[in-house]
């Protein structure tokens, strides 16, 4: 088997070394996730491979990285996916995505208004929505007036 060596100068966040090396680094992957989300970040605390859900009757999730924003008791979500290949089910793991986040932060008995902020953000080399924008950003708003939002604190990005 013959490997394709690239030179680190023509990487990009889609080869595994270069994603492995931006969130190894907390202040690269902070600077990284203002960026392509265009929020202003904190401190954050980056968990690579996580795992929710290990029930053998459910499908769980194993999420490529995990990042806390480090403020006490605000602090916001992001689960970070890496998608080489547009499954054509993209949307809907998103949203089943952000259910097994929330089902990590919300014990039995305790309010909804302890979930936090979250992003959900898949990097893929295709425009899975065919439309050339570099960013796709989603949150719910009502849809014949856009202007009322649903206020649900989660966004999903591609």
Do not use: W
Not at 12 to 37: G, P, R, W
Not at 101 to 129: N, T
Request: aromatic share 12%.
């Amino acid at each position: 088997m013959s490997y394709q060596m690239k030179r680190y100068e023509d990487l990009d966040i889609t080869d595994n070394f270069m994603f492995a090396k931006v969130f190894s680094n907390e202040d690269v992957a902070k600077d990284f996730l203002q960026d392509i989300l265009k929020i202003s970040i904190d401190k954050i605390s980056v968990v690579a491979e996580a795992t929710t859900q290990e029930d053998p009757f459910h499908k769980s999730v194993r999420f490529d990285v995990l990042v806390k924003e480090e403020l006490p008791g605000t602090g916001r979500f992001f689960d970070i996916e890496m998608q080489m290949v547009d499954t054509g089910e993209l949307p809907k793991r998103a949203r089943y995505y952000q259910g097994m986040c929330d089902l990590d932060v919300l014990a039995k008995g305790v309010s909804y208004d302890e979930l936090r902020e979250q992003y959900i953000l898949f990097i893929c080399p295709d425009d899975i929505f065919g439309k050339d924008k570099p960013v796709y950003r989603f949150q719910n708003r009502e849809e014949s007036d856009p202007s009322i939002l649903m206020g649900d604190l989660c966004y999903k990005n591609f």
